[in-house]
């Protein structure tokens, strides 16, 4: 019985897919009970040999380059009651999809958000942005309005049966998934959302805080365009200087640790603003 289905778009992954595909195989969870859908976005190099020669994953195709309708694609193919997204730069830990199953089996979560974590050889600044990353995310879901609860498609999870009801993601290079979050919060009765932080995957292609910067100017300027069209709003300069407060106290920093948080921060923010501006690369 397969009770989960992974969706992962690929486009030019040659370089991390059979990290991503060896850690499904590693899964605690019964191989059995979940399948695993990669759909390749037109890729140029060698991800498509991987996945047609990787045994006991379903290989799909979409054309049109956009990762949210390459996991349209795949929702579209899924047989699972549950749909795990991951992307193919992202290696998961060993009990993630386990983690997942028993959100959604004890507390019948609708969408689950899951932790974000970088490589051991992650930079000290990219570290400290991880831990207020968590922080934020844990604050946004379990003590804020629902207004500022955001997704990432490296690791989300959706009940199938929320798609049916809404329809599929729009095409967005990225942020749809805090979109369909948004929409069920506008169009479904009393949604469950769950930030998942012992649902771990890691994302491999970030070593260093200035391999971010590029993401976070796209995130910025698409998050615009998401806060236009839903109730969806980023948090306020005094609310993120909260929560950086908040990770400094939890994580128990010293003096360096608290300077190196404030730098990640700063240029966090600096980096989000310049794309809601329309300003850095797209």
């Given amino acids: 019985m397969i ?10 992954e040659e370089r991390y ?17 979940f399948e695993v859908i990669v759909v390749d976005n037109g890729s140029t190099d060698g991800t498509l040999e991987i996945v047609e020669g ?23 193919a899924a047989r699972g009651s549950i749909i795990a997204f991951t992307d193919a730069d992202c290696a998961a ?16 979560v609708d969408i689950a958000v899951g932790r974000l974590a970088y490589p051991g050889s992650a930079s000290v600044w990219l570290r400290r942005y991880a831990d207020y990353y968590d922080t934020k995310t844990r604050w946004t879901f379990e003590s804020r309005g629902r207004e500022c609860m955001y ?8 009940r199938a049966a929320l798609f049916h009801a809404l329809g599929p993601f729009p095409a967005m290079p990225c942020v749809g ?5 948004h929409r069920a919060l506008a169009e479904l009765e009393a949604p469950v959302l769950r930030y998942l932080d012992d649902a771990v995957v890691t994302h491999l292609e970030v070593e260093r805080f200035a391999d971010l910067l590029p993401k976070l100017v796209r995130y910025g300027r698409y998050a615009d365009a998401v806060q236009r069209s839903t109730g969806y709003r ?17 994580h128990r920093y010293g003096v360096v640790d608290t300077l190196g948080l404030v730098g990640a921060l700063g240029l966090g923010v ?5 794309g809601r501006l329309g300003r850095g690369s797209p």
Avoid: K
């Fill in 151 to 158: 997704g990432h498609g490296g690791n989300m999870a959706v």
């Fill in 54 to 76: 990787w045994p006991g994953v379903r290989c799909l195709a979409e054309p049109c380059r956009d990762p949210y309708l390459a996991r349209n694609r795949g929702i579209e």
């Fill in 17 to 33: 897919l059979g990290a991503c595909l060896r850690a499904l195989d590693q899964q605690t969870l019964s191989r059995r009970r």
């Fill in 270 to 274: 600096w980096s989000f603003e310049r």
């Fill in 234 to 250: 980023t948090l306020s300069l005094r609310e993120r200087i909260g929560v950086m407060v908040r990770c400094a106290r939890v």
């Fill in 177 to 181: 998934d805090t979109e369909i979050l």
């Fill in 93 to 108: 830990a060993p009990d993630w999809l386990e983690r997942i199953e028993g959100a959604f089996r004890r507390e019948a």
């Fill in 3 to 12: 009770d989960l289905s992974v969706v992962i778009p690929a486009f030019n």
